[in-house]
């Protein structure tokens, strides 16, 4: 069965320092996101991606986030300079259509120190 | 703002018992509606999508959706052990937009 998959499963960093998460979604899916979810709190939504461009974006996606579809099987999120509050659970998903069920890979856990 | 509410439980069924989860969401016009569910430490997995009012059956899972009262629920039959997780509901709003907003979830526990 189609799975999105991310990597690293784990990555501590250190404040200040740039790091790239990286997601492969579902091959016929046509939209992209990244979730984070803090411990204990809620899944909270960062960024669409759709058509190689940004098609929505949350407040928390400032200027120290960026994303990127380098190639045509690869997604990735970049924070520039990561701060402790930065630490989360980062998921990725994708989606065949824009109203359709989302999918999500088993995500990244980012410590920042 | 758009909310997704839930009551965080913990809601403790009896092994297979009904588990009834309940969700209401803010935006009127929300037009598709999620059930995740997430064990601890690991990844929403989607259980069921509902799009339009009434119920929608598929195995232990039923899905109900009355938007008049923007009201969402989950009802598992015969709860297992392996049921307890935290369900999440999430809705997406009007059309053209894709993003999902979650609730914050409903830990299940079920007993043995």
């Known amino acids: 069965e189609p799975e999105v998959t991310q990597t690293p499963s784990h990555q501590v960093t250190q404040m200040g320092q740039e790091v790239i998460l990286r997601c492969v979604p579902i091959?016929?899916?046509?939209?992209f996101y990244w979730y984070r979810q803090i411990l204990g709190q809620k899944v909270e939504f960062l960024v669409s991606?759709?058509?190689?461009?940004?098609?929505?974006k949350s407040e928390i996606f400032d200027d120290q986030f960026s994303v990127e579809r380098p190639d045509g099987s690869n997604f990735t999120l970049k924070i520039r300079s990561t701060k402790l509050e930065d630490s989360a659970m980062y998921f990725c998903?994708?989606?065949?259509?824009?109203?359709?069920?989302?999918?999500f890979g088993q995500g990244t856990r980012l410590t920042v120190v | 703002q758009k909310e997704v509410e839930q009551n965080s439980g913990p809601l403790s069924v009896p092994e297979g018992a009904i588990a009834s989860l309940n969700c209401t969401y803010s935006?009127?016009?929300?037009?598709?509606f999620f059930w995740y569910r997430q064990y601890s430490g690991k990844s929403p997995e989607l259980i069921m999508s509902i799009y339009s009012n009434g119920d929608k059956e598929d195995g232990r899972f039923t899905a109900q959706l009355n938007k008049a009262s923007q009201y969402v629920s989950l009802l598992i039959r015969d709860s297992q052990p392996s049921d307890s997780a935290t369900y999440l509901c999430?809705?997406?709003?009007?059309?053209?937009?894709?993003?999902?907003?979650f609730g914050k979830g409903t830990m299940l526990l079920v007993s043995p």
């Open positions: 935006d009127r016009v929300s037009q598709s």
């Open positions: 991606f759709y058509n190689n461009e940004i098609s929505e």
């Open positions: 091959s016929n899916h046509l939209y």
């Open positions: 999430a809705v997406k709003p009007q059309l053209g937009y894709s993003t999902l907003t």
């Open positions: 998903a994708s989606s065949q259509g824009a109203t359709g069920e989302a999918f």
